[in-house]
C-alpha cells in the first residue's frame, strides 16, 4: 500500500510540474524589453525579489536656435538628468522613486514617485490576447518658490507643489520580433499658467522592432488633447530610440522633442518642436540586481 501510494504520489508531483512548466510556456514575456519605453512606462514589471537602478541623460536642442556648432549639437546643454531606484514586491507589482534636475520650464529639483500593477499578461495560445498595466505617479517640486506672485513657482501652499499621473499600458506582441502599446494618460496640475489647464488627457502609442536578441528599434508619440484650447504654445512628445540588452544591463540612445522626464514634463511641458531642429540626444543605463 505504501509503495502504491508513493508511486501515485510521485505521478501526481510529476503531472503537477509539467502542468507548472506548460503554464509558464503559455506566458508571452518582453512585449516590451524594459520597464519604460522611451517616455511612457511599458506593461513590463521588475520580477519579484528584484530592483533596479537608473540612470537618464538628455542634453540640449541638436539644431535650432540653441542647437548646433557651438553647442556641440546640445552636448553642452543638460535638459534633464534623471537617477531612480525600482523595486519589485512580487512580479506583478513594482514601486519607483527618482530625482530629476528638472527642465527648467518652469519646474526643477523634482521628485518623483510611483506604483505599477500588471494586471494582464497575454498568453501564447491567446486565451489572454494582450497586456495590460496600471501606473499611478506623484511629482513634488522643492526649488525655492518665486517671489512674483503671478508666477506658476509661486507656491502659496505645499498643494502647489505637487503633480498627479496615472497612466493605462495596453500592449500586444504581434510577432517575436513586433510589438506595439497604446498609453491613455491623464495628468493633473494643483497650479498652472493662465495658458494652460490643470488636468490633461492624452494617448500614447509605441512600436517595438527587435533586431536581434539584444537589439531592437522603438517609435513612441504622445497626443495631448487640448479640451481647453488655451494650450497653444504646448507641443507633443515624440521620440525614436535604439536600445541594446546585455545581462543584468539596459542601454538605450533616444532622441525625443521632451525636455523633461516623466508625465508631469513630456506629456504637459513640451514646448520643442522636432521640424525647427528642436530634439535632443538621450541615453539611459539601468543594471538589475537580485536581492
Same mark, same amino acid.
Given at each position: 500500500?505504501?509503495?502504491?501510494?508513493?508511486?501515485?504520489?510521485?505521478?501526481? %508531483?510529476?503531472?503537477?510540474?509539467?502542468?507548472? @512548466?506548460?503554464?509558464?510556456?503559455?506566458?508571452?514575456?518582453?512585449?516590451?524589453?524594459?520597464?519604460?519605453?522611451?517616455?511612457?512606462?511599458?506593461?513590463?514589471?521588475? @520580477?519579484?525579489?528584484?530592483?533596479?537602478?537608473?540612470?537618464?541623460?538628455?542634453?540640449?536642442?541638436?539644431?535650432?536656435?540653441?542647437?548646433?556648432? @557651438?553647442?556641440?549639437?546640445?552636448?553642452?546643454?543638460?535638459?534633464?538628468?534623471?537617477?531612480? /531606484?525600482?523595486?519589485?514586491?512580487?512580479?506583478?507589482?513594482?514601486?519607483?522613486?527618482?530625482?530629476?534636475?528638472?527642465?527648467?520650464?518652469?519646474?526643477?529639483?523634482?521628485?518623483?514617485?510611483?506604483?505599477?500593477?500588471?494586471?494582464?499578461?497575454?498568453?501564447?495560445?491567446?486565451?489572454?490576447?494582450?497586456?495590460?498595466? /496600471?501606473?499611478?505617479?506623484?511629482?513634488?517640486?522643492?526649488?525655492?518658490?518665486?517671489?512674483?506672485?503671478?508666477?506658476?513657482?509661486?507656491?502659496?501652499?505645499? $498643494?502647489?507643489?505637487?503633480?498627479?499621473?496615472?497612466?493605462?499600458?495596453?500592449?500586444?506582441?504581434?510577432?517575436?520580433? /513586433?510589438?506595439?502599446?497604446?498609453?491613455? %494618460?491623464?495628468?493633473?496640475?494643483?497650479?498652472?499658467?493662465?495658458?494652460?489647464?490643470? $488636468?490633461?488627457?492624452?494617448?500614447?502609442?509605441?512600436?517595438?522592432?527587435?533586431?536581434?536578441?539584444?537589439?531592437?528599434?522603438?517609435?513612441?508619440?504622445?497626443?495631448?488633447?487640448?479640451?481647453?484650447?488655451?494650450?497653444?504654445?504646448?507641443?507633443?512628445?515624440?521620440?525614436?530610440?535604439?536600445?541594446?540588452?546585455?545581462?543584468?544591463?539596459?542601454?538605450?540612445?533616444?532622441?525625443?522633442?521632451?525636455?523633461?522626464?516623466?508625465?508631469?514634463?513630456?506629456?504637459?511641458?513640451?514646448? %520643442?518642436?522636432?521640424?525647427?531642429?528642436?530634439?535632443?540626444?538621450? /541615453?539611459?543605463? %539601468?543594471?538589475?540586481?537580485?536581492?
Amino acid at each position: 500500500m505504501k509503495k502504491e501510494l508513493l508511486l501515485i504520489g510521485t505521478i501526481l %508531483s510529476c503531472t503537477l510540474n509539467l502542468g507548472a @512548466q506548460e503554464e509558464e510556456k503559455k506566458i508571452v514575456s518582453e512585449t516590451f524589453s524594459n520597464v519604460h519605453i522611451i517616455n511612457g512606462h511599458s506593461t513590463e514589471t521588475l @520580477q519579484k525579489r528584484e530592483w533596479r537602478y537608473i540612470i537618464s541623460h538628455r542634453f540640449g536642442d541638436m539644431l535650432g536656435d540653441l542647437g548646433g556648432v @557651438q553647442t556641440g549639437f546640445g552636448f553642452d546643454n543638460a535638459a534633464d538628468i534623471r537617477m531612480g /531606484f525600482d523595486m519589485a514586491l512580487t512580479d506583478k507589482i513594482m514601486f519607483g522613486f527618482a530625482r530629476m534636475k528638472g527642465a527648467s520650464q518652469p519646474y526643477t529639483s523634482l521628485l518623483e514617485g510611483y506604483a505599477k500593477y500588471r494586471f494582464l499578461t497575454q498568453t501564447e495560445d491567446n486565451s489572454m490576447p494582450i497586456s495590460a498595466s /496600471f501606473t499611478t505617479s506623484i511629482y513634488g517640486t522643492y526649488m525655492n518658490s518665486s517671489e512674483d506672485i503671478t508666477s506658476v513657482t509661486n507656491f502659496e501652499r505645499f $498643494s502647489h507643489r505637487l503633480m498627479y499621473s496615472s497612466q493605462l499600458t495596453i500592449a500586444r506582441k504581434f510577432h517575436p520580433r /513586433f510589438s506595439m502599446a497604446l498609453m491613455p %494618460s491623464f495628468v493633473h496640475r494643483n497650479l498652472v499658467e493662465q495658458n494652460d489647464q490643470n $488636468s490633461l488627457v492624452a494617448l500614447g502609442a509605441a512600436a517595438r522592432i527587435r533586431l536581434s536578441k539584444s537589439i531592437g528599434i522603438i517609435g513612441e508619440y504622445f497626443y495631448a488633447f487640448n479640451q481647453s484650447g488655451l494650450r497653444q504654445d504646448y507641443t507633443n512628445s515624440i521620440g525614436v530610440a535604439m536600445e541594446w540588452i546585455t545581462n543584468g544591463h539596459h542601454f538605450t540612445i533616444n532622441f525625443t522633442n521632451a525636455r523633461g522626464f516623466g508625465e508631469l514634463q513630456y506629456i504637459a511641458l513640451t514646448q %520643442s518642436d522636432w521640424l525647427e531642429g528642436e530634439f535632443r540626444l538621450g /541615453f539611459s543605463i %539601468s543594471r538589475t540586481f537580485k536581492y
